[in-house]
């Protein structure tokens, strides 16, 4: 058994989702009309923080420290999380319980938290200096409200907040509802966006950065360390997408529609449902998007094609169609083992890193990664695959592996001649001298000193 699933029975098992327990029991005996119990969320590449109930109050207790954090193999850094992990573990809790969260203070500075989305008294709503004293190193604070809404909702400092925020501080509060839910999902996926400035060959986030992030995360990984999100053909599937980073994010999903069913205000009445394929979710907003799994597998990245790349430079002179033979020659006699690139597009990229010919500044992780049953995927970043099959059991996570195409529905080659078929174009014939002149390389953008 493990520990996900340990958790899970000391959660049901407090009593904490009794209600939720009954009705699954209801559910198996083949009562229809028993509402279905609310999935339990599932953070990919995190966790969710087990409590205890005291004289019928639910207590959490979230540590504020530094940790260690891999982004994916290749790539550590110190940052500041909760309870060891960068994002905290997701708190789960069901409208109308009362909530009692302790936080210790670890760090070297002070801290508050506030529960974004939240309906709270105004003491309790954690910012520091207006809501509460702040919360020194340390002391340990309570919060405690009672839950009067469900929804996705988050939480994160309100103190020295841009520098606890880029060091990763932050995590998901989730709050079923008491009724259960129509229709209910089967699987229940939260996912927080953020960014890291971590500079290469540094091993800390650097929070002064303003945009030119080098590492953009799904609960604090970089693709290929992102875990699939899984689900069986068939099944009703949430992903509650939050958004603590720098930037807006358009989030995208290959294969089924999805439907908006839900913002960090909380899940909305059905007719104000929309049907979409991609979704931009705000800083500092949440989306819930619901789909019925389709057999596959399915990339879901955010849209901004900078924010699928690792570690890349942005203000470096444009060389794609310039030939740098000459150049690259000169410059191996300074820099031994010296390649220019680009000169036919980036996606060479991923074939020089793999191949050992560029190792790349220490703890850096190449611009692009990972490689697919049909070579490499040449992504970074927020980009994860979504793999759907008909075999999988309930509540099972595991990655899956690739999927098998079935026979005749993978696109394939038909010819290796250029000049294959008859098909339209305009401009000139193929092979036609070029009107335009080569740019030459515009070393202004480069960074001096
Ligand atoms: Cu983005």
Redesign the pocket.
């Known amino acids: 058994m493990n520990a996900s699933r340990r958790d899970w029975f000391r959660w049901a098992g407090l009593g904490a989702l009794a209600p939720l327990a009954l009705a699954t029991r209801a559910a198996a005996a083949g009562n229809a009309a028993a509402p279905r119990p609310a999935a339990r969320v599932h953070t990919p590449n995190g966790w969710t923080l087990p409590h205890r109930v005291v004289g019928g109050v639910k207590e959490f207790h979230l540590v504020a420290e530094e940790i260690e954090h891999e982004f994916a193999p290749g790539c550590r850094a110190r940052c500041w999380g909760y309870n060891g992990t960068t994002p905290g573990p997701t708190i789960e809790a069901v409208e109308g319980d009362r909530v009692r969260i302790y936080v210790t203070n670890r760090l070297p500075e002070h801290t508050s938290v506030h529960w974004h989305g939240i309906l709270l008294p105004s003491g309790m709503d954690g910012v520091g200096g207006l809501s509460q004293p702040h919360i020194q190193p340390g002391e340990t604070y309570a919060y405690e409200f009672t839950l009067r809404q469900h929804g996705t909702h988050m939480y994160h400092p309100h103190a020295d907040e841009m520098v606890q925020m880029a060091m990763g501080m932050m995590g998901m509060f989730v709050i079923h509802p008491k009724a259960g839910e129509e229709p209910a999902v089967d699987r229940d996926y939260a996912v927080l966006?953020h960014n890291f400035a971590l500079h290469p060959g540094t091993y800390r986030p650097d929070p002064s950065v303003l945009q030119d992030f080098d590492l953009?995360t799904m609960n604090s990984k970089v693709f290929p360390a992102i875990a699939p999100l899984v689900a069986r053909s068939g099944e009703r599937v949430r992903i509650r997408v939050a958004n603590l980073?720098m930037?807006?994010?358009?989030i995208h999903m290959h294969g089924p529609k999805f439907v908006v069913t839900g913002g960090d205000g909380g899940r909305w009445p059905q007719a104000q449902w929309r049907s979409e394929v991609t979704e931009i979710v705000g800083v500092g907003q949440i989306r819930d998007l619901e789909f019925i799994a389709v057999p596959g597998d399915w990339a879901f990245h955010?849209?901004?094609s900078h924010?699928t790349m690792n570690a890349m430079g942005h203000e470096i002179p444009n060389t794609i169609g310039v030939d740098q033979t000459g150049v690259e020659a000169q410059i191996r006699k300074l820099l031994p083992g010296y390649m220019a690139m680009g000169r036919g597009g980036m996606a060479e990229h991923q074939e020089h890193t793999d191949s050992g010919h560029m190792t790349g500044p220490e703890n850096t992780l190449p611009m692009m990664m990972g490689k697919g049953p049909f070579g490499n995927l040449e992504m970074g970043g927020?980009f994860t695959v979504i793999k759907v099959r008909d075999d999988l059991a309930a509540g099972d996570f595991a990655d899956p592996g690739w999927y098998p195409n079935p026979k005749g529905t993978v696109a394939a080659k038909v010819s290796a001649d250029p000049n294959y078929g008859t098909p339209h174009r305009r401009g000139p014939p193929p092979g036609a001298p070029a009107k335009l002149k080569a740019s030459p390389v515009d070393h202004s953008r480069m960074k001096h000193g």
Not at 247 to 250: E, K, R, S, V
């Open positions: 966006l953009w980073s930037w807006n994010h358009p955010c849209h901004m924010h927020m």
